[in-house]
């Protein structure tokens, strides 16, 4: 079963910059795919950005020029640099990822963390 678990969030003030992590374990694959979505208050949860099996990305155009998701298959470790931050980019983030090869597949994929909050206020 593989367990992904996210860390970084936190408390931060508009034009700050955070960076996520996703750790995976229980696999002896290493992180093939993965995304970040969010989910602000009251809102129903929704990409931020994705990295295909390939290594292509995308991302959500409220997030373009200011998040880089990225990954790290030595450390089986994913990763979301967010810079500029906005008040409007709180949410908790959920780290989304897979194991197997998946192509071209932006996902959803099938293994989700728990989450963690991020808060940008002055």
């Known amino acids: 079963q593989v367990q992904l678990v996210e860390s970084g969030g936190g408390l931060v003030q508009p034009g700050d910059s955070l960076r996520l992590s996703c750790a995976a374990s229980?696999?002896?694959?290493?992180?093939?795919?993965m995304g970040w979505y969010r989910q602000p208050p009251g809102k129903r949860r929704e990409l931020v950005a994705a990295?295909?099996?390939?290594?292509?990305?995308k991302y959500a155009d409220a997030v373009k020029g200011r998040f880089t998701i990225s990954r790290d298959n030595a450390k089986n470790t994913g990763y979301l640099q967010m810079n500029s931050l906005k008040p409007e980019d709180t949410a908790v983030y959920y780290c989304?990822?897979?194991?197997?090869?998946?192509?071209?597949?932006?996902?959803?994929?099938?293994?989700w963390g728990q989450g963690t909050q991020v808060t940008v206020s002055s």
């Open positions: 989304n990822a897979d194991v197997g090869y998946s192509g071209s597949y932006y996902g959803p994929y099938d293994y």
């Open positions: 229980g696999s002896i694959f290493s992180i093939n795919a």
């Open positions: 990295m295909t099996s390939d290594g292509s990305t």
